[in-house]
């Protein structure tokens, strides 16, 4: 192993028993998601939220289900790499609104239906359903309907975060689970997913903690075939200095090897459709992400808002499995971020 941190094999609860406060024994990382987010009490400082991306060549779509206590929202989005072309919807919710996500990810469908938009998300024994279906502001109607496999002991990284105690977040990162459907706005569609080089990849990214009121993170992703490898990618940076743990893992073939440095990041967040450059001070990765699509957001005040670039492209590079496996890559398709957040 490649890492210090300590690897978790049973099922544990995040919250001690009355939720105010981090179970000890928490602490550490897991190949499948093992935490119960038991997140009782402190109203207004819990963040719990699912987000699912599907890259498939030269189409995006996303779709958001969170509750951050006073609010909930949902939302879905897509772009078309090749035209820059992008659209979607996003609703919110006040409190008790209707949003709520499951202590164990995964375990209960999410749904929501409003103002003509729908959104839902639904887990089996073979993976993930996404189905969605909204207007677009020129009054074109969306949807699409993608199934996200969840192939027989695929690994992922599952970890917690913890700034102390109690201001702490677990995370589940899923990279390079097979993906397919279809993307319909107005009158055009696009295949996701397919035999062949049309291939397209689940990304779920799930949260379930307590934040502090200012936060920076970096995140980042990937997956493809590197000759007769499936590869998954999975990077962050910034939010987990210091802590002791870190979100960054290579998949190959479904098997993980979890990476314990923080890695090194190298960008322009003044002109992110420069090359981002990746490495991992232990050797076992060194990849550059080539954008050619920067979705950029920004919302808020001077006391609450958010703002992000993130980035798609392709990714070229090297690895190092945890068993020695080396490989050379390029053209996976990917993307990375620079999140800037004030809760």
């Known amino acids: 192993m490649t890492t210090h ?12 028993e009355d939720g105010s406060s981090l179970t000890p024994l928490a602490r550490g990382w897991s190949r499948q998601p093992l935490h119960r987010a038991n997140l009782h009490g402190c109203f207004g400082q819990n963040k719990k939220w699912d987000y699912w991306a599907v890259l498939a060549g030269d189409v995006v779509v996303s779709c958001v289900y969170s509750d951050v206590d006073h609010i909930g929202v949902a ?28 202590e164990v990810p995964g375990t209960a469908p999410l749904s929501v239906e409003r103002d003509g938009f729908t959104l839902d998300i639904t887990d089996d024994e073979s993976g993930t359903r996404l189905t969605a279906a909204w207007t677009e502001a020129d009054g074109r109607l969306g949807r699409f309907d993608i199934s996200v496999a969840l192939p027989a002991a695929h690994e992922s990284v599952n ?4 700034w102390s105690d109690t201001v702490f977040n677990f995370t589940s990162k899923h990279q390079a689970r097979p993906a397919r459907g279809e993307l319909v706005v107005g009158e055009r569609t696009w295949a996701i997913g397919g035999l062949d080089r049309s291939e397209a990849w689940g990304v779920l990214d799930v949260g379930r ?8 993170w970096n995140w980042g992703g990937g ?11 999975q990077i962050g940076a910034k939010w987990t200095a210091g802590t002791g743990f870190t979100e960054n893992g290579i998949i190959v073939d479904g098997r ?3 990476l314990g440095s923080e890695l090194t990041w190298d960008y322009d967040w003044h002109n992110p459709m420069r090359p981002w450059t990746i490495s991992d001070p232990g050797g076992q990765l060194d990849m550059v992400l ?5 979705k950029h957001t920004a919302s808020g005040g001077d006391t609450k808002g958010s703002e992000c670039h993130q980035v798609f492209g392709t990714w070229s590079g090297r690895l190092r499995t945890d068993d020695g496996v080396e490989i050379e890559f390029e053209g996976l398709q990917g993307f990375a971020e620079e999140a800037r957040q004030r809760w």
């Open 5 to 16: 941190e300590r690897e978790l094999i049973a099922p544990i609860d995040l919250c001690v």
């Open 75 to 102: 939302d879905v989005w897509w772009a078309d790499l090749a035209t820059g072309e992008s659209g979607g919807r996003v609703i919110v919710t006040r409190a008790g609104g209707g949003i709520e996500l499951p």
């Open 159 to 162: 970890v917690v975060i913890p």
């Open 209 to 216: 903690g307590r934040w502090p009121s200012e936060i920076v």
């Open 223 to 233: 997956a493809g075939r590197a000759g007769e490898h499936v590869i998954g990618l």
């Open 256 to 258: 993980l090897s979890k």
């Open 290 to 294: 080539t954008p050619n699509f920067d």
